[in-house]
């Protein structure tokens, strides 16, 4: 049997967190034609993010059709060949693993991310002495750039004079005096997933502060009237009125985590012996390794169908259970 504190919260998250019907087709237009000269300023930003959105992906799938390798078509004009790029990718075991290895290494990201972006935006939204020095400090790893950030964390990484190593046998873990962390499989992979993690969750700590502060305080007084203790008020306010936010940066991150290349590059470049080769890097090596446009293409295209198919399961999964 639930407790009527339960019964509460969910009545007031639903009452909150009701999205508004969708508008029609008509409504739509109506609101073109009522809204004309505002479409008409923001029409050619537009057209300018879709151009350098749709021409490049137009190019890549041009090309994906091709036999198009880097020292043939200095002699002649790429042959086309219809599918036959998508099915040597498809039958590669290397694309196979990659692939396994980079849903592992998504879902990891994604979930450490969402834990320790909510955990950090739960502790900002308190009222604690220095809150906006660590405010400010919980911003520079999304601050400094990708390339930049991964150097640093690749010294902390290293065997014989990172501070990480230095940092443990000074606390009696001898063991890791010269541990390598990025010479071997299983700690190359969870070090990258670290670094990825550090750089990403100040966006999603910042944006559900944003969320939580749009929550009524009154929802949390009339919870604490009730014998609401922190811990509660969390998960049956916070949580729930925060579920739209939730889901949004999710996908969002989803999408980050599953091309992810700069940190995996500069940490190990799909190594020791290929044992972190996700996806990103997969299809940097077809290009740039071997030379081969073609099957590089035809491999983003197939990451792109995937990003894309995950994205709008996962939403209509989200819709349908909003309309319930």
């Known amino acids: 049997m639930r407790s009527p504190l339960a019964e509460k919260a969910d009545s007031m998250h639903w009452s909150v ?3 508004s019907p969708r508008p ?3 409504q739509l237009c109506h609101d073109i034609t009522r809204n004309w000269l505002a479409y008409a300023f923001v029409l050619p930003s537009m057209a ?7 021409v490049p992906l137009v190019q890549t799938v041009a090309v994906s ?6 020292l043939d078509i200095l002699r ?23 692939l396994w290895l980079t849903v592992i290494f998504t879902f990891a990201c994604v979930a450490l991310t969402m834990l320790v972006g909510l955990f950090v935006a739960i502790l900002l939204d308190q009222d604690f002495p220095g809150r906006g020095i660590v405010a400010v400090a919980v911003l520079v790893p999304w601050v400094i750039p990708r390339i930049a950030s991964s150097i640093l964390w690749k010294w902390i990484y290293d065997d014989q004079f990172g501070i990480l190593n230095h940092m443990l046998s000074s606390i009696g873990l001898r ?7 990025l010479a071997r499989a299983g700690p190359a992979f969870w070090a990258v997933v670290v670094v990825v993690v550090w750089q990403s969750f100040p966006f999603i700590a910042v944006t559900l502060l944003a969320g939580l502060r749009t929550i009524p305080r009154e929802v949390y007084e009339a919870a604490e009237i ?16 925060l579920r739209n936010l939730l889901a949004i940066l999710i996908v969002i991150s989803t999408i980050w985590d599953f091309k992810v290349f700069d940190q995996m590059y500069v940490l190990t470049e799909g190594g020791p012996a290929g044992s972190t080769m996700i996806l990103g890097i997969y299809t940097w090596m077809m290009a740039f390794g071997r030379l081969q446009m073609g099957l590089a293409s035809a491999l983003a295209m197939i990451m792109f169908v995937l990003v894309m198919a995950v994205t709008v399961l996962y939403l209509r999964l989200f819709m349908r259970e909003e309309t319930m």
Request: glycine share 10%; aromatic share 22%; net charge positive.
């Open 17 to 19: 967190g009701r999205g």
């Open 76 to 98: 002649e004009a790429p042959p086309f060949v219809g599918f036959a790029n998508y099915l040597t990718i498809l039958g590669d075991p290397q694309f196979r693993f990659s």
């Open 65 to 70: 059709f091709k036999r198009y390798y880097i």
């Open 24 to 26: 029609t087709l008509r």
């Open 175 to 181: 063991s890791f005096a010269s541990f390598p962390w």
């Open 48 to 54: 300018g993010v879709f151009a350098i959105i749709l």
């Open 226 to 241: 009730d014998g609401a203790g922190f811990w509660q008020k969390v998960v049956l306010i916070s949580i729930p009125m």
